[in-house]
């Protein structure tokens, strides 16, 4: 099963940007959807943004237009690119790989990474 590791989060100012990234172990990484989830301290885990093997994209309507997800098939990384952040986009980020193979779901979370959008 494929494992992840994230990296690029930190402490930012508000407006300012920062780039999150995800690699994968798998040599069939470019079947799997991938998704980007954050959980805030007292709040449930949200979908923030996704992206299919075919490069199709949604993304949670209080990060359109500011968060960018894009992934590299022959690098096998996902990354989320994240402009004009606010204060409430602070939480632990986690990186997902899902599949569904005939009739096998596989779901892998990634360890998370801390976003902290202060002044």
């Known amino acids: 099963q494929v494992q992840l590791v994230e990296s690029g989060g930190g402490l930012v100012q508000p407006g300012g940007s920062l780039r999150l990234s995800c690699a994968a172990s798998?040599?069939?990484?470019?079947?799997?959807?991938m998704g980007w989830y954050r959980q805030a301290p007292g709040k449930q885990r949200e979908l923030v943004a996704g992206?299919?093997?075919?490069?199709?994209?949604n993304y949670v309507d209080s990060v359109k237009g500011r968060f960018t997800i894009s992934r590299d098939n022959a690098k096998k990384t996902v990354s989320l690119q994240m402009n004009s952040l606010k204060p409430e986009d602070t939480a632990v980020y986690y990186c997902?790989?899902?599949?569904?193979?005939?009739?096998?779901?596989?779901?892998?979370w990634g360890q998370g990474t801390q976003v902290t959008v202060s002044s």
């Open positions: 997902n790989a899902y599949r569904n193979y005939i009739g096998t779901k596989y779901n892998t």
């Open positions: 992206i299919t093997p075919g490069g199709k994209t």
């Open positions: 798998e040599s069939i990484f470019s079947m799997y959807i």
